[in-house]
């Protein structure tokens, strides 16, 4: 099993950024790919970030059609730590962002509010 801590969320301004942090404790060598999700009200929840090969040398990246050239996501292994940088945040990002396995399986932490006003 495996524990996520995330922090960074919050209130900011169309155009501007935020970085949003997860600690993973716990099971963390048998996950391959580590992601952040969103939902905003009314949607469902989708996958806005993935990082394959987390516990290996490959680092392979993959974005929503959305947020691609505005977000990027990291690692630090050291730390067992995955990052969302967000630049360019638009109204629309508003979500709960929701650090996350990606495989082998799913699943999610507890998720941080972030907010984008016009």
């Known amino acids: 099993q495996v524990q996520f801590v995330e922090s960074g969320g919050g209130l900011v301004q169309a155009g501007g950024s935020l970085r949003l942090s997860c600690a993973a404790s716990g099971n963390t060598f048998s996950i391959d790919a580590m992601g952040w999700y969103r939902q905003a009200p009314g949607k469902q929840r989708e996958l806005v970030a993935r990082l394959d090969g987390v516990n290996s040398r490959t680092n392979y990246a993959d974005y929503a059609d959305s947020v691609k050239g505005r977000f990027t996501i990291s690692r630090d292994n050291a730390k067992n730590s995955v990052y969302l940088q967000m630049n360019n945040l638009q109204p629309e990002d508003t979500a709960v962002y929701y650090c996350?396995?990606?495989?082998?399986?799913?699943?999610w932490g507890q998720g941080t509010q972030v907010t984008v006003s016009s």
């Open positions: 996350s396995i990606v495989a082998p399986y799913t699943a």
